[in-house]
């Protein structure tokens, strides 16, 4: 099978600009897909961080430390950008205007008003493929809720919970960094580090809550500076959500959670959905278990519990009895980028990557989640217009 390239620019070359890079080096993975990606450019402030790059992408051809430089390169098709909060709406408007595909990590802007002026050079630019990183739902378990969803096992819908919580700030002495600062990462705090991964779902779903109140909480005050003294923590570690949803006449209680503190949960991310037909639960504590319980009305009630076998979204090479990882979650989210960009609406799977109207969506909900906070009150929300 022919293969179209798509030649990527990589704007914020951390953590996450590697793990795409490893995605790439593990394309031949995916069996049958007509694309493939190649990272050709990558920019980033610190010379180090591009360094490991250039020495161990060979595909990376031109480096730059300005990002407009990279844009203006003719070679790349689309960017991946990974920056804090408070550079999305100028880097991601702007990777927009110039026509490059774009996926961003989420929140897709500090606030909503920044969220707004990203959602206006979209509006703007309606060839560009624009999507969010959100890998979690690409693990088969969350992949085999999509279809049960889709296919109206559950019933009628009794109540959601939905998480990400992990716990790598739990030690005080760990130093603050820029997701700790309003200036760089914004009011919102750990709804904008975590939300969209725990709202992507329950929002594909049609899930939209007409209410929330609130839970937001500030487990440690302050940490190290890096410069011998101490810096006050200034955003929320840990987020509970009470929403009221509507949905197809009916309505249930949502709980969303999001925790950057949250003892014995490395990288945790799960959903609950109880049905009056159907109610399961998956988490990435056991990737490869799902539980679930069928009910027929005066039938038993048992819990049933089976390994979930390695059926993904774009098939691999890799045998159903294997385990699934997060590597490989990136490696289907990825590849439904691709596939969008180069199949459009025929694309390989129907399952897409997170949507920017998502990202409004949880930017609406976060904005009425602080005035909760502030008010000690339950906030109503208007989906209309």
């Known amino acids: 099978m022919s293969k179209k390239t798509i030649r990527f620019g990589v704007i914020g070359c951390g953590l996450m600009g590697k793990e795409f890079a490893s995605a790439v080096a593990r394309w031949c993975h995916l069996t049958n897909v007509n694309f493939e990606p190649r990272i050709v450019a990558v920019c980033d402030a610190n010379q180090s961080a591009i360094n490991w790059f250039t020495t161990s992408v060979p595909s990376v051809k031109r480096s730059y430390t300005n990002y407009k430089d990279l844009l203006a390169d003719e070679e790349v098709d689309a960017v991946y950008c990974a920056v804090p909060h408070n550079l999305h709406e100028r880097i991601y408007s702007?990777?927009?205007?110039a026509g490059k595909h774009l996926l961003g990590e989420k929140p897709f802007g500090i606030d909503k008003a920044?969220?707004?002026?990203?959602?206006?050079?979209?509006?703007?630019?309606?060839?560009?493929?624009v999507r969010s990183s959100s890998e979690f739902p690409f693990f088969p378990g969350a992949f085999q809720i999509s279809k049960w969803v889709e296919e109206g096992r559950f019933g009628d819908i009794i109540e959601v919970e939905a998480g990400f919580w992990h716990s790598s700030d739990l030690n005080p002495n760990k130093p603050i960094n820029w997701k700790r600062i309003v200036a760089s990462n914004g009011e919102y705090g750990c709804m904008g580090d975590l939300g969209l991964h725990v709202l992507h779902l329950p929002l594909r779903f049609g899930w939209k809550p007409n209410s929330v109140r609130?839970?937001?909480?500030?487990?440690?005050?302050?940490?190290?500076?890096?410069?011998?003294?101490?810096?006050?923590?200034?955003?929320?570690?840990?987020?509970?959500?009470?929403?009221?949803?509507?949905?197809?006449?009916?309505?249930?209680?949502?709980?969303?959670?999001?925790?950057?503190i949250a003892p014995g949960h490395a990288n945790t991310w799960f959903i609950r959905v109880t049905?009056?037909?159907?109610?399961?639960?998956?988490?990435?504590?056991?990737p490869k278990q799902i539980a679930y319980l069928n009910y027929e009305p005066g039938g038993s009630q048992a819990w049933h519990v089976e390994d979930v076998a390695y059926v993904s979204a774009y098939p691999t090479i890799t045998g159903g009895i294997f385990e699934f990882g997060f590597s490989d979650s990136i490696l289907q989210m990825w590849a439904a980028f691709c596939d969008e960009i180069v199949n459009g609406d025929q694309m390989l799977q129907s399952f897409r990557c997170a949507t920017p109207e998502e990202a409004a969506d949880s930017h609406r909900l976060f904005t009425a989640a602080l005035e909760s906070q502030a008010e000690g009150e339950t906030i109503k929300l208007n989906w209309e217009g």
């Open 114 to 129: 920044a969220n707004d002026a990203i959602m206006e050079a979209i509006n703007a630019n309606p060839g560009v493929v």
């Open 94 to 97: 702007d990777i927009i205007n």
């Open 214 to 260: 609130a839970l937001l909480s500030k487990v440690v005050d302050k940490r190290p500076d890096g410069k011998g003294g101490f810096a006050s923590c200034e955003t929320w570690d840990n987020g509970i959500l009470a929403c009221d949803v509507k949905s197809q006449g009916r309505q249930f209680p949502m709980m969303l959670s999001m925790k950057r």
């Open 275 to 286: 049905g009056t037909k159907m109610s399961m639960e998956y988490s990435t504590k056991q």
